[in-house]
């Protein structure tokens, strides 16, 4: 497995654990999908004006079949699923959400067997139990039940899941910079249509002076997260990166403990200890997966 592209995932973990502790200050009072919108809006830029510094003209000469696994990207990872997620979040408690949202691995893992033909050592289930055990403890979950909230919350992860395969197959023949435009691009213009059709466009021009920088800074982090985690997905089997952006969750809360003195209990440090090991299990047999799909699905 190789290991620039372990590292670039696990930095974009820590990227996550910090923009999760941070969102909670910016997002206050913003409609969350202007929020998004906002946010893919200001990395597609971003990403436009780099691809044009450094004069690379791969993006206008794409073929239709690449434009349309961009389109697709942006569909599955970069609107849908953040619309979900969103609705969900309104009808469910955080935490039933933060659960839901962490089996994306699970997800992604049944995905690339069955369609990038990843030869996963079965010694994975165990770790994987880990981590499902850890972030219930993290997460702090004292009940669960299942409602319209949380099969929102669950299509959204799935939405994110199939996106992570249509991405490492975009990846066989796109550079991880073009992936993120077409995720960020089209990911903004259907949102945008979205913000349209529900009446909420007109949100966008009424953001306060400090909603507005948040987004800005927000979306800089943001900038960081898709740059190194399809760099990295690029290299690494996506089973194994999506184990990685697990790491989130710990590095979160700690931060809530040093920064607002939100204290950890027992069981979540059980949680922590345990999603570590499970993290740490999955990397260890990370050297028995194989791709052997390079080209189209079976």
């Known amino acids: 497995m190789n290991k620039k592209g372990l590292k670039l995932v696990l930095m974009t973990a820590i990227i996550s ?22 946010k893919n809006t200001t990395v597609a830029t971003l990403l436009l004006s780099l691809i044009l510094l450094l004069k690379d003209k791969t993006i206008f000469s794409l073929s239709k079949k690449q434009y349309f696994k961009l389109s697709a990207i ?83 992860t799935l939405f994110w899941s199939i996106e992570n395969i ?13 992936v993120v435009f077409g995720r960020m691009f089209f990911g903004s213009l259907f949102i945008l249509m979205f913000l349209v059709a529900s009446g909420n466009i007109k949100e966008v021009v009424s953001l306060s002076l400090s909603q507005i920088l948040w987004t800005g ?53 059980i949680g922590i200890i345990l999603l570590f090991s499970g993290v740490v299990g999955v990397l260890s047999l990370s050297e028995n997966i194989q791709i052997t799909w390079t080209a189209n699905p079976r």
């Not at 249509?166 to 073009?178: G, Q």
């Not at 700690?254 to 003195?261: E, I, R, T």
């Open 17 to 38: 654990g910090v923009s999760i502790f941070l969102n909670k200050f910016g997002v206050q009072g913003v409609n969350p999908y202007v929020f998004t919108f906002l």
């Open 74 to 156: 942006g569909l599955f990872g970069g609107s849908i699923p953040f619309l979900l997620f969103f609705k969900g979040l309104q009808l469910t408690s955080s935490a039933s959400a933060g659960f839901i949202h962490k089996t994306m691995f699970i997800w992604v893992f049944i995905l690339a067997v069955l369609f990038l033909r990843e030869n996963i050592n079965k010694k994975i289930l165990v770790p994987a139990l880990l981590i499902i055990l850890g972030n219930f403890l993290l997460l702090k979950i004292n009940s669960f039940s299942w409602g319209f909230g949380e099969s929102l919350i669950l299509g959204a």
């Open 166 to 178: 249509i991405s490492k197959n975009a990846l066989n023949e796109l550079d991880a910079k073009t």
């Open 217 to 269: 800074f927000t979306s800089v982090l943001l900038m960081g997260y898709v740059f190194t985690y399809y760099n990295g997905l690029k290299f690494v089997s996506p089973t194994i990166a999506t184990s990685i952006l697990l790491l989130a969750s710990p590095i979160t809360t700690v931060l809530n403990f040093v920064f607002l003195d939100k204290m950890i209990s027992v069981p979540q440090v």
